[in-house]
């Protein structure tokens, strides 16, 4: 029986992921999706959260090896978590997620990327400890085919993105590269341009690699769809 632990992306928090978790336990998997330090019910202070700090939420959520899923921005927390405790995860799997390159902070890979599609919605708060998402124009973005009552109830729920932890620089070793990674490309996507997830993955083996036609946010826009991908690639070393 696979088991899997779901981390969601900037500004989100566990409950992005609730018809994933239905999808995935109706087909008899054992799933749970966590809230990073700061994010959904966590109450950490945003000045105190770090890339270490997520990579321990993470590690300490885990008592068996999971396939280990993060969405966006959280292909940094799992990847850090997969250089501290590679025993503890049985793989990655990145959805429409950044592909981390040691020595390089996420704020440097998206700099790299052809585009910039998200600039627009990032609100950076007056302390520069965090940045949010502008309510008027997440829906143009990152949820653009995704049903009026996801995105309200997203927009509700969407807080504050600590800085810190996307301006760190990862530092990734052979304990990292001994797990094995699985990518999910999104076509649609307006936050991580589609063609630079295909950069991202370019010297990946093709059978790793899966895409959904839908937007950044497969979990409410295709989430029986995702979790087929997740099944499908379950079994694979």
Not at 50 to 71: K, N, Q, R, S
Not at 108 to 127: G, H, N, W, Y
Not at 184 to 189: E, H, K, N, S, V
Request: charged share 20%; glycine share 4%; net charge negative.
């Amino acid at each position: 029986m696979p088991r899997f632990l779901l981390i969601h992306g900037s500004c989100h928090g566990a409950w992005c992921w609730r018809d994933v978790l239905t999808a995935l336990h109706r087909a008899g998997a054992e799933a749970r999706a966590i809230d990073l330090p700061s994010h959904g019910a966590d109450r950490t202070p945003l000045a105190d959260v770090t890339l270490d700090l997520y990579a321990d939420a993470i590690l300490d959520a885990i008592d068996a090896p999971v396939i280990l899923v993060g969405h966006s921005m959280a292909g940094f927390p799992i990847s850090a978590a997969a250089e501290k405790a590679p025993g503890k995860i049985r793989s990655l799997v990145y959805v429409c997620a950044y592909a981390p390159v040691t020595g390089l902070s996420l704020v440097d890979m998206r700099r790299a990327a052809p585009r910039q599609p998200l600039l627009d919605t990032i609100v950076k708060s007056e302390d520069g400890v965090s940045f949010s998402f502008d309510p008027e124009k997440v829906r143009e973005t990152l949820f653009h085919d995704c049903s009026d009552e996801a995105v309200a109830d997203a927009k509700a729920r969407l807080g504050p993105q600590p800085i810190l932890p996307q301006a760190t620089p990862i530092a990734l070793s052979a304990r990292y590269a001994s797990v094995p990674k699985r990518y999910i490309r999104c076509l649609q996507d307006r936050a991580i341009p589609p063609e630079y997830q295909a950069t991202m993955t370019a010297d990946w083996p093709a059978d790793r690699v899966d895409t959904l036609d839908c937007s950044h946010s497969p979990f409410l826009a295709q989430p029986e769809a995702l979790a087929a991908l997740l099944l499908k690639g379950a079994d694979t070393p």
